[in-house]
């Protein structure tokens, strides 16, 4: 049984079938799903943004963050399912690795492949270290 399920989502494919995962075992075992975007810290400085770039790239983050929690969000309600939703700023897998320890998260439920899919084939770079470095059980979905 787990009392409180962690999904981290980015609004790819793969984090939808994780989210509708989560949403199943949630909705069998009455379980809180907190629904977590990570807006990774790097993506300002990679992308090169600097001056009035900064604050149109910060927007656009943001504005996928909350895209990305809505259609979680929408997806929980639709099946009656207890949930959070949070937005959190820094490397994606200590994020979520932190929010999963400080928030006794049972079990965290994330895709075989999001965004950075091109670069990690199996699981993605996020995946593979949330899986490597967490003590909490980790399910993937894949699409």
């Known amino acids: 049984m787990h009392d409180d399920i962690l999904v981290p989502t ?45 604050p149109q790239l910060t927007e656009s983050l943001e504005a996928q963050a909350e895209s990305a929690l809505d259609e979680a969000a929408n997806r929980a309600d639709r099946a009656g399912v207890n949930y959070d939703r949070t937005t959190l700023e820094g490397d994606p897998h200590e994020v979520i690795a932190e929010y999963s320890t400080g928030h006794d998260i049972d079990l965290i439920v994330m895709g075989a492949s999001g965004r950075s899919g091109l670069k990690e084939h199996l699981l993605g770079s996020t995946t593979d270290r949330v899986v490597r470095t967490v003590e909490t059980s980790v399910l993937i979905a894949r699409p």
Not at 26 to 46: I, K
Request: proline share 0%.
């Open 10 to 54: 980015d609004g790819s494919d793969a984090s939808a079938v994780a989210v509708d995962e989560a949403i199943e075992i949630a909705d069998r075992e009455q379980t809180t799903v907190h629904f977590l975007h990570v807006v990774d810290a790097g993506t300002e400085m990679s992308a090169g943004a600097s001056g009035s770039i900064a």
